[in-house]
């Protein structure tokens, strides 16, 4: 049976050279004239079936196919799909496999087409998807360059029966490496045809919570009667529990759907909100104007809410009127899938926001709906943007919030930035850091907690495809608020369509939660580190406060290990501003997971005055890879006053005889220009002139010729007593 369940990829390559559509005349196509430099044949296009069901398909199983198109010509082309068998492939539909505006030379693919076998292919003992293509010089498949590009997959066997079942391997608690990934949904499962558009977050408790369309039928969009559904780790990752309904779409009379969720999570109160669509008859791009809950052509927007960390949640709320400013003209909206944010600076902070996508009179924008009162009433923003799809906020380190948007049209993910938290957008510009291939992607705060400006507040995320298809996912750090990207480290070779990821604490699991969809459009869910990315799980932070006047600073630092390897010889180093110092502290060692301790000493400026706070950046590093700059705060406080004694509580010093005269006339003890040093000219390396004279209490003060005379009376006094005492004896005898 394992050997039947082996994954088969077979590969059928068609390219077909034909005469261009005017030769031919073919239905109502307007011929393109071809010219010398064109060659004949434009457009290859190659079928392989990706699905893992094996030589054999049974009732209910779902084949998938990838189409890979090469535009051979010298001219930018539109690999057209005019013809075929296959769901998710027609532009009759959503998603489908029409790639506009190939450029010459390049290699496309689409991985959305699939067929669920019926009991129809079981009868006529197998399948065979059926294809055809055509190159032509508009997306909409009027101005043919060449066309009839028949392309046939080899054809499925299928046997009577069902299916047996596997084991669900996700729910068998294993420890996996860092970017090892298990599947928590693949077509087929609950007789659902195909599984879609992750969401992820991590609840107030620590579990984490993945959730994602159940869509019955097809892998089509709304309108139809999509769920969604959502499995819930309770130990870091290690395990997944058996899926469960979040909110239920109805397929038949009286048809709706819900669909594209994204989560929300309040860390105040403890309440997770999920948004999606509510679909009746309408989707995306059939929605009429208007606000109406019961018009089945109005498409929703819906928010279910969960009070025990995602175990159960709230009926469906539709909330369409609260976030239409524009009822005319705002015809459609969706929740952008993945997961939004909470506020956590400034004037704004405890605001939760999660991001749409409006067609504002055919104008495609992005827009903020947020709420201040903890998800009791929600409110929308300003729409941004002309060229808008699936976008995602994130809080920066001066509590600035930037959008990151899907382009519609574009290459480049388009960005905007807000100063009054979400409600208005500044100019849209392209990040060319950033290609992107008309897909979902996240970015978010690598460390959501951190205190606002410091260095690891500034730490951002993006999982993302690469920039020329729905494949490679990527993980991209920036360490300046987004100005500057790395090129990426690769988490996923192949097919990788959307993608979202969140950081996680250490009751989760620590690192950063990742799920996507992968081979065949499954949900996989993996956790990546800084390690994995080439970076430490590491950061020194600290604080001291000394009063004013001190030349020295020991300032305690936590060393923080919040990774799964260990480190032996990690040295610290701080970057003092100018007139301060401090050293590196080598060979410091902290266990995975834990924090260790060290000392940092700081020497102080001469003019350090109270009041002053200095924040020193504290690089960390293993020689190779650098950890996160922490910060080792030193605050200077006011100068403790010495208690001040009434002159009556001195204890009264005996007079003392005239003291001999020294050479050069001056007395022992008090030359002012003696090159000997005073007990507080060594403690403190200045001259004794330049200390603060301060009371002395219960002590005598004292030169060096004072003692000698000191000493002198104290014997007399001890010797009359002596005497005294005598006599008084002789007398009592």
Not at 208 to 236: E, F, H, M, T, W
Not at 426 to 443: F, H, K, M, R, S
Not at 461 to 474: A, E, F, T, V
Not at 652 to 664: C, D, K, L, N, Y
Request: charged fraction near 20%; proline fraction near 6%.
């Amino acid at each position: 049976m394992q050997q039947l369940r082996t994954r088969i990829r077979r590969v059928f390559a068609a390219t077909v050279s034909i005469a261009l559509a005017a030769a031919f005349g073919v239905g109502t196509a307007q011929a393109v004239e071809p010219n010398d430099e064109q060659p004949t044949t434009m457009l290859t296009v190659k079928v392989e079936r990706t699905d893992d069901n094996g030589d054999h398909a049974y009732a209910g199983d779902v084949l998938r196919y990838t189409f890979t198109y090469t535009n051979t010509s010298t001219r930018p082309l539109t690999a057209f799909p005019a013809e075929g068998n296959l769901d998710g492939m027609l532009t009759t539909g959503a998603p489908n496999c029409r790639y506009a505006n190939l450029p010459a030379g390049q290699t496309k693919q689409c991985t959305t087409a699939t067929h669920r076998v019926t009991q129809e292919d079981v009868d006529a003992g197998g399948f065979t998807a059926k294809t055809v293509w055509k190159a032509t010089a508009d997306r909409n498949g009027t101005q043919v360059l060449q066309d009839n590009i028949t392309v046939n997959a080899p054809t499925v066997a299928t046997q009577p029966g069902e299916r047996p079942l596997e084991p669900d391997a996700a729910t068998q608690p294993t420890e996996r490496a860092d970017g090892e990934a298990v599947r928590l949904a693949t077509a087929g499962q609950h007789g659902v045809s195909c599984y879609r558009i992750p969401a992820i977050a991590e609840a107030p408790n620590g579990w984490i919570l993945a959730a994602y369309d159940a869509r019955p039928n097809s892998c089509q969009d709304a309108p139809q009667a999509n769920s969604i559904v959502q499995r819930i780790s309770k130990d870091g990752g290690k395990s997944f529990e058996t899926r469960t309904v979040v909110a239920a779409g109805k397929d038949g009379v009286g048809k709706y759907g819900f669909s594209d969720p994204s989560y929300v999570v309040d860390e105040e109160t403890g309440d997770i909100f999920l948004f999606s669509v509510k679909s009746y008859d309408q989707g995306w791009g059939g929605s009429v104007a208007g606000v109406d809950p019961n018009n089945r052509n109005v498409l929703q927007a819906s928010v279910v809410k969960s009070s025990d960390n995602g175990a159960t949640w709230s009926e469906p709320r539709i909330i369409t009127d609260q976030i239409t400013n524009d009822v005319e003209h705002w015809t459609s909206r969706f929740a952008a899938s993945g997961h939004g944010i909470q506020l956590k600076y400034g004037e704004h902070a405890g605001r939760l926001i999660q991001q749409y996508t409006i067609n504002n009179a055919g104008v495609h924008q992005a827009v903020s709906v947020y709420s201040d009162d903890h998800g009791a009433t929600w409110h929308v923003g300003t729409p941004v943007g002309e060229h808008m799809d699936e976008n995602k906020v994130v809080e920066l380190s001066d509590g600035r919030v930037m959008l990151n948007s899907r382009p519609y049209g574009s290459r480049y993910r388009q960005i905007a930035i807000s100063d009054d938290g979400g409600q208005t957008y500044g100019e849209v510009y392209e990040d060319t850091q950033l290609p992107d291939p008309a897909n979902n992607a996240q970015i978010t705060r690598a460390f959501p907690n951190a205190a606002e400006g410091t260095p690891a507040a500034k730490i951002l995320l993006y999982s993302s495809s690469s920039g020329d298809g729905r494949h490679n996912g990527l993980i991209r750090i920036s360490f300046d608020d987004g100005t500057t990207w790395s090129e990426g480290k690769l988490f996923k070779e192949g097919a990788m369509a959307y993608s979202t990821i969140t950081a996680l604490d250490s009751r989760a699991g620590g690192g950063y939660g990742l799920l996507y969809e992968g081979d065949n459009l499954d949900i996989m869910y993996t956790r990546i580190s800084l390690d994995w990315l080439g970076y430490l799980s590491a950061t020194a932070n600290g604080e001291v406060s000394v009063p004013e006047g001190s030349q020295f600073a020991e300032v305690p630092l936590d060393v923080d290990n919040f990774g799964k390897v260990a480190y032996e010889k990690l040295t610290v180093t701080p970057q003092p501003p100018a007139g301060w110092m401090a050293a590196p502290i080598a060979d410091v060692a902290v266990p995975a997971g834990t924090q260790g301790k060290t000392t940092l000493r700081v020497a102080l400026p001469t003019d350090a005055k109270a009041g002053d706070s200095v924040q020193i950046p504290v690089a960390i590093s293993d020689g190779e890879h650098d950890g996160v700059t922490g910060i080792a705060t030193v605050k200077v406080t006011e100068k403790a006053k010495e208690p001040t004694q009434d002159p009556s509580d001195q204890p009264t010093q005996p007079e003392q005889p005239s003291q001999p005269a020294q050479s050069g006339g001056q007395a022992t003890g008090s030359n002012p220009s003696s090159k000997s040093s005073t007990p507080a000219q060594k403690e403190t390396g200045k001259p004794a002139q330049a200390q603060k004279s301060e009371p002395k209490v219960g002590v005598l003060a004292t030169t060096g010729s004072e003692v000698g005379l000191i000493a002198v009376a104290v014997i007399a006094v001890i010797a009359g007593a002596v005497a005294l005492l005598a006599k008084r004896k002789s007398m009592e005898e």
